[in-house]
């Protein structure tokens, strides 16, 4: 790094802290503190919803998804729309009607104590490993490809977010994350157009999406109806939607965001900006993983985009075997460049033989250099076990660090951490509201004063960030971290999904039958992903399913009980 991209980096970073506590110092109560006021308008509703659901994995893992496997991951997000439309017909105006400060405290009107604290448990176990992993993300990658420490990266980003989180509360979450948002979409962009640039000066943006086309990145449907396949169109309209509908409807970093806004419309009209923008949002991140995948075409890239593992491999015994699967890698990469001069010959001629002919061409190299990176991660593996062999998550950061002028690599770090910075502010947020009013102050004794619980609150906010802190200093890294946060939420939001559907619409449940029906349902969803029953996806539909058949067959059995019928 140059010293424009340290400035840059540090610049940007100090500036949306101290511009948060700024903005919001002088919180005078808990309604101030939680809700910031109620004074958000829906372009800071709709922004903050977005910019914590976009953490850092997003824009590192990404793009990594999309050079290794396509476009088809965004898929996962095609139940978003239909999630919002329900959280804006059912779960706003009741939150808003209801006047709560969290989503868990309704349950506790509709159910009883011990089903808002479980859900609130629920929830802080989730976010809690979740806002770690936000936190440990960036860490982890950061400090492979440019020697940072790991702890120390973990300890400064979670400084930088507890300082105006604890500071300012909700508001100063909301009015720093518009400032993230424009750096993160300025980052892309800027990147995404100097990839283009990068491309051979025959190559334009068609020709580009062709190329990618030709080695299957470009296949975003799949109506697959296997419940083991990850990306379907019908596990994202179904698992995905019940994934966002779980997320956005229950989970309290994201109700928090909406229930600051000014009025039931402006919250409504927040919730349906993330609708439409969200899927695109999604698509240009991934359509940037391609357009690196193109570049790659005719430049060199390494057999493995994790240096850590490459430095660990090399120095062991398996040296001399992974160094011939860089030769090989290297005499592929000059058959890949002359295949797709091959391919970009056919279709300025307009051959149709000679394309199709290019094309099987370039999926036969393909398939080979496939085979070379999975005995390069075999190899990896044996000369250190724990050593991260799957490189998704480094493909974007090593393209930034090689390839980007100076200045630019600095705005693209200062957009990963801005990223994680801004997820990692909402789940602090929630967890500290959660645990300071679902928790503390509903089993107080006594009422105490407004400023206590403001106190308490930045308490626990200042806890819950020094538990990620540490969390994120103990992870490791999964098989793709965007993966392993969608993994984690799986498994506990349709049990809470499935709580929150029998308080809205079936009224005849009490709370005995959906406290026990959730501690069974969370029981089996556990074990069904520990055994793979299905794919993580379809984990939400069922939990939310299993918790609201459970509970009325135990309401049932329950009325029966007290109501035996008569024998004649």
Known sequence: MATIDWIILAGTLIFIVFFGVWKTRGNKDVKEYVLGG?????????????????????????????????????????????????ICIVFIPIYHHLKVYTAYEFLERRFDLKTRILAAVLFLIQRGLAAGITIFAPSIILSAVLGWDLKTLNIIIGILVIIYTVSGGTKAVNVTQKQQMFIIMLGMFMAFFFILGYLPTDIDFSK?????????????????????????????????????????????????????????????LGLIFNGLLKIPMQFFILLVGVMVFVFYQYNPSPLNFNPAATEAVLESEYAEQYEELERAHGELEQEKKMAQNAFSQALDLKEYTSTLAAKENILKINQKERYNRETAKTLISQADSSVETNDKDYVFIHFILNYLPRGLVGLLLAVILSAAMSSTASELNALGTITAL????????????????????????????????????????????????????SI???????????????????GNSVFI???????????????????????????????????????????LLKNPPIRM
Request: with cysteine.
């Open 208 to 268: 580009a999406l062709k190329i990618a086309g030709a080695s299957d990145k470009l296949n975003i449907l799949n109506f697959d109806f296997d419940t083991s396949s990850r990306y379907t169109f019908w596990s994202g309209i179904t698992g995905g939607m019940f994934l966002m509908l779980s997320y956005f409807g229950t989970d309290q970093s994201q109700v928090q965001r909406y229930l600051s806004g000014k009025s039931v419309r402006e919250s409504q």
């Open 38 to 86: 109620n004074r958000a308008k829906w372009w800071t509703v709709g922004l903050s919803v977005m910019a914590t659901q976009a953490s850092a994995i997003t824009f590192l893992s990404t793009p990594g998804q999309a050079f290794h496997d396509g476009m088809g991951f965004v898929q996962f997000y095609f139940g978003l729309p239909l999630a919002m439309i329900i």
């Open 492 to 510: 506990f939001y349709g049990n809470v999904l499935g709580i929150f559907l029998l308080a809205f619409f079936v009224k005849q449940v009490r």
């Open 517 to 559: 029906a959730a501690i069974i349902t969370q029981v089996m969803v556990i074990i069904g992903f520990q055994f793979d029953w299905m794919s993580f996806l379809w984990l939400n539909a069922f939990g939310c399913a299993l918790v609201m058949i459970i509970a009325l067959l135990l309401e049932g059995f329950d009325r």
């Open 438 to 489: 679902d928790l503390y102050k509903r089993n107080q004794k006594e009422e105490m004063e407004p400023k206590h619980y403001v106190k308490v609150s930045r308490l626990f906010t200042l806890m819950w960030g020094v538990v990620a802190i540490t969390l994120a200093c103990l992870a490791s890294l999964a098989e793709n971290l965007i993966q392993l946060v969608n993994i984690i939420g």
